[in-house]
């Protein structure tokens, strides 16, 4: 059903406010979905949380790969807390107006969040390779000053094509209708209600999404190419499956964000549709998320460890003492302690 826009001033001059359309007429699946997203919405604060607050507070974890899964974990946060609070009022009932600025400051925030991410998942793929191919020059090469301007360059290249899509597309006029038909204030949604003909817009607007999604996800490619390379050409099965496990949470993680923004904002115009692009936004902002800190907390002994000190898992008088050795018994060989070890 349309909203009725006769009140907002839409006659020959541009729609000053907007209102997002109602997900479903059916209650009870809205309200089920509204709980689900919630839910998810608090789990992922929760786990990013921890996670940065985790490495934070242990010294062990002040190592390049941690520093951008902390920044990963603040992007997340940024990412989800961005769109889902207006998400969460749509699945329950139509949202009430939202005017021209909130509606440009979400989708300037949740493009920065999206961009910064995929250039910060090429740096943590730089990172990989040059751990696994180049570990003579990795203290060199990952410096506290390198990492700290490749998470600074993620964030302002988000920063730079946030600001220039949502000003691309705000510059638009918008004279009706003025009901979006999403979730949240995305970009082909409201370039959908710009006026006159905008297919010139939308193909720029496809570029701008190929080049940030494409260009990062080839840097991650290449490096992982390099990585392959060198872990076939180990001569031990062992150190094959070590740095192979240390990549997997990563690839993982690369998959689910790469897939789902490939799917939503790489597809031709025609195979687009309004219920298909809402399930796929709550799949790419909630779900993955979620997946994010579970993925590296259950395939990373450290980052549990660290968490588990964090929760107090430790007792406060034993935080920060090395375990003492075990000393061997008298008459004790040195095979036999191997094999009472093992």
Request: with cysteine; charged share 15%; hydrophobic share 45%.
């Given at each position: 059903?349309?909203?009725?826009?006769?009140?907002?001033?839409?006659?020959?001059?541009?729609?000053?406010?907007?209102?997002?359309?109602?997900?479903?007429?059916?209650?009870?699946?809205?309200?089920?979905?509204?709980?689900?997203?919630?839910?998810?919405?608090?789990?992922?604060?929760?786990?990013?949380?921890?996670?940065?607050?985790?490495?934070?507070?242990?010294?062990?974890?002040?190592?390049?790969?941690?520093?951008?899964?902390?920044?990963?974990?603040?992007?997340?946060?940024?990412?989800?807390?961005?769109?889902?609070?207006?998400?969460?009022?749509?699945?329950?009932?139509?949202?009430?107006?939202?005017?021209?600025e909130?509606?440009?400051?979400?989708?300037?925030?949740?493009?920065?969040?999206?961009?910064?991410e995929?250039?910060?998942?090429?740096?943590?793929?730089?990172d990989?390779?040059?751990?696994?191919?180049a570990?003579?020059?990795?203290?060199?090469?990952?410096?506290?000053?390198?990492?700290?301007?490749?998470?600074?360059?993620?964030?302002g290249?988000?920063?730079?094509?946030?600001?220039?899509?949502?000003?691309?597309?705000?510059?638009?006029?918008?004279?009706?209708?003025?009901?979006?038909?999403h979730?949240?204030?995305?970009?082909?949604?409201?370039?959908?209600?710009?006026?006159?003909?905008?297919?010139?817009?939308?193909?720029?607007?496809?570029?701008?999404?190929?080049?940030?999604?494409?260009?990062?996800?080839?840097?991650?490619?290449?490096?992982?190419?390099?990585?392959?390379?060198?872990?076939?050409?180990?001569?031990?099965?062992?150190?094959?499956?070590?740095?192979?496990?240390?990549?997997?949470s990563?690839?993982?993680?690369?998959?689910l964000?790469?897939?789902?923004?490939?799917?939503?904002?790489?597809?031709?115009?025609?195979?687009?549709?309004?219920?298909?692009?809402?399930?796929?936004?709550?799949?790419?902002?909630?779900?993955?998320?979620?997946?994010?800190?579970?993925?590296?907390?259950l395939?990373?002994?450290?980052?549990?460890?660290?968490?588990?000190?964090?929760?107090?898992?430790?007792?406060?008088?034993?935080?920060?003492?090395?375990?003492?050795?075990?000393?061997?018994?008298?008459?004790?060989?040195?095979?036999?302690?191997?094999?009472?070890?093992?």
């Amino acid at each position: 059903m349309s909203l009725n826009c006769s009140s907002w001033p839409e006659n020959g001059a541009s729609v000053t406010c907007f209102a997002f359309a109602k997900f479903s007429e059916a209650a009870e699946q809205c309200f089920l979905l509204f709980a689900l997203v919630l839910l998810m919405f608090l789990a992922s604060l929760t786990g990013n949380a921890l996670i940065a607050l985790a490495i934070r507070t242990n010294a062990a974890l002040h190592t390049p790969m941690y520093f951008f899964l902390a920044n990963l974990s603040l992007l997340e946060i940024g990412y989800t807390a961005s769109v889902v609070p207006q998400m969460l009022q749509s699945l329950l009932s139509r949202a009430p107006a939202v005017s021209r600025e909130a509606c440009a400051t979400q989708m300037f925030f949740f493009t920065l969040f999206g961009i910064s991410e995929c250039c910060l998942l090429a740096a943590m793929a730089f990172d990989r390779y040059t751990a696994i191919c180049a570990p003579l020059h990795y203290a060199a090469r990952m410096s506290r000053g390198v990492c700290a301007r490749l998470a600074a360059a993620s964030w302002g290249v988000g920063c730079t094509v946030g600001l220039g899509q949502t000003s691309f597309i705000f510059s638009l006029d918008f004279c009706g209708p003025c009901e979006i038909d999403h979730l949240f204030c995305d970009l082909p949604p409201i370039l959908a209600l710009a006026c006159g003909d905008t297919s010139r817009n939308e193909a720029l607007v496809f570029v701008a999404a190929a080049l940030c999604i494409s260009s990062p996800f080839s840097l991650i490619i290449a490096s992982y190419a390099r990585i392959l390379a060198s872990v076939m050409a180990a001569p031990s099965p062992e150190g094959r499956r070590k740095a192979l496990s240390t990549c997997s949470s990563h690839l993982l993680v690369v998959t689910l964000f790469y897939g789902s923004a490939s799917v939503t904002y790489l597809r031709p115009k025609a195979s687009r549709s309004p219920g298909t692009d809402k399930l796929l936004a709550l799949f790419y902002t909630v779900v993955t998320s979620v997946l994010n800190p579970i993925i590296y907390s259950l395939r990373n002994k450290e980052v549990k460890a660290a968490l588990g000190r964090t929760l107090g898992g430790r007792k406060a008088g034993t935080r920060g003492q090395a375990p003492r050795p075990r000393r061997p018994a008298r008459g004790r060989t040195c095979g036999a302690r191997a094999r009472a070890d093992d």
